[in-house]
């Protein structure tokens, strides 16, 4: 059984450190917005959704100190991954709460908001998951990239979902698990995951994608997202956008699964959405140990951006959504009872 992500007891969020996985299961606890922050800058929690989740438990903590520290909790929190609209969304609900709240509730009051947000998303997890498995043949075998499982969220996961709804529809899955470079969540966290749960799963590096999808023996790629721009062009970790140019090459369908709050209808296209850049060291540490000279120059984005063109459906709780994405987006949104 795996361990949860994320856990809120006796006023301590326990944030699973996923640096150290697979090699070891520890928690660090945070007791403030603070130390969530730091969690959050130093990847210890990833994933847009569960990203979203730890920043809103962290502006409760900070409540305890009143309305100001938890105002400023959202300033830093927001520092933290700009990438991930997760985090921007679940900061937004947690600052229109604090705003109809007196100052003397406001710590249980936001605390359960962020029990709420937790509890939501593994909900929808599940819904998309469903929506998702009446994609797969009764026997496949998928390729996914980076993490988008169980780790990335409330529970259940939205790429790893699916496959885990597929299994629980009784369909047959194989899993392709690329290692994502260069921070390896794919080696690290994708496969210890469905390992974790029984799959068949099998690792491989992201430069033998475009070897296994020739092979012709690959269903469909399926693929989380950090950020989804109105127009379906969707951000997610660095080597995404090689996958989907692959699977089109190879006439093999792509898709993004991602719940309703990773999609930013304040944008237009992805060229609007803000790619975050992390430190060189991530790439210069060499496997057997020592480091790349520092007279290399290096280029670190964490994320690229795949065009809408090249994704066969978006995957969400509210169903699924295919070209054009500016019009079924947009319905999936009414049909949730907000403004198109």
């Known amino acids: 059984m795996l361990p949860e992500t994320l856990r809120f007891e006796n006023d301590i969020l326990y944030i699973l450190d996923q640096r150290r996985l697979p090699g070891t299961v520890e928690y660090i606890p945070c007791t403030s917005a603070e130390e969530t922050a730091r969690a959050i800058d130093s990847l210890a929690v990833r994933g847009a959704p569960a990203i979203g989740i730890a920043a809103a438990c962290g502006v409760a903590l900070a409540s305890r100190s009143g309305r100001s520290a938890a105002e400023a909790a959202c300033e830093r929190l927001a520092r933290t991954r700009p990438t991930a609209v997760n985090l921007f969304w679940a900061l937004d609900r947690m600052k229109r709460k604090l705003a109809l709240l007196p100052d003397k509730d406001l710590y249980p009051a936001l605390l359960e908001e962020a029990r709420s947000i937790h509890?939501?998303?593994r909900e929808n997890n599940r819904l998309l998951g469903e929506a998702g498995a009446a994609l797969l043949p009764p026997s496949c075998t998928v390729l996914t990239h980076c993490n988008a499982g169980a780790l990335a969220t409330g529970g259940h996961g939205t790429a790893l979902g699916v496959i885990r709804s597929a299994r629980e529809a009784g369909k047959t899955v194989k899993v392709y698990a690329t290692e994502t470079r260069p921070v390896l969540q794919g080696a690290r966290l994708t496969v210890w995951e469905l390992l974790e749960d029984g799959f068949d799963v099998t690792l491989i590096c992201d430069s033998m994608a475009a070897?296994?999808?020739k092979r012709g023996k690959i269903e469909a790629v399926i693929t989380g997202a950090d950020r989804v721009a109105a127009n379906g062009d969707a951000a997610n970790k660095i080597g995404t956008l090689?996958?989907?140019v692959l699977a089109a090459h190879f006439k093999v369908p792509f898709y993004i699964a991602a719940p309703l709050s990773t999609i930013d209808r304040t944008l237009s296209s992805g060229d609007s959405i803000p790619i975050e850049e992390r430190d060189t060291m991530e790439m210069r540490l060499?496997?057997?140990?020592?480091?790349?000279?520092e007279r290399y120059t290096l280029?670190?984005?964490a994320f690229d951006v795949t065009d809408?063109?090249?994704?066969?459906a978006i995957i969400t709780?509210?169903?699924v959504a295919r070209p054009p994405y500016g019009e079924s987006l947009k319905a999936l949104f009414h049909e949730k009872g907000?403004?198109?």
């Open 119 to 121: 509890r939501e998303d």
């Open 211 to 213: 070897a296994l999808l």
């Open 242 to 244: 090689s996958l989907a």
């Open 286 to 293: 060499l496997p057997g140990g020592g480091t790349l000279p």
């Open 299 to 301: 280029w670190n984005p």
């Open 308 to 312: 809408a063109s090249l994704i066969a």
């Open 317 to 319: 709780e509210k169903g």
């Open 338 to 340: 907000e403004l198109p």
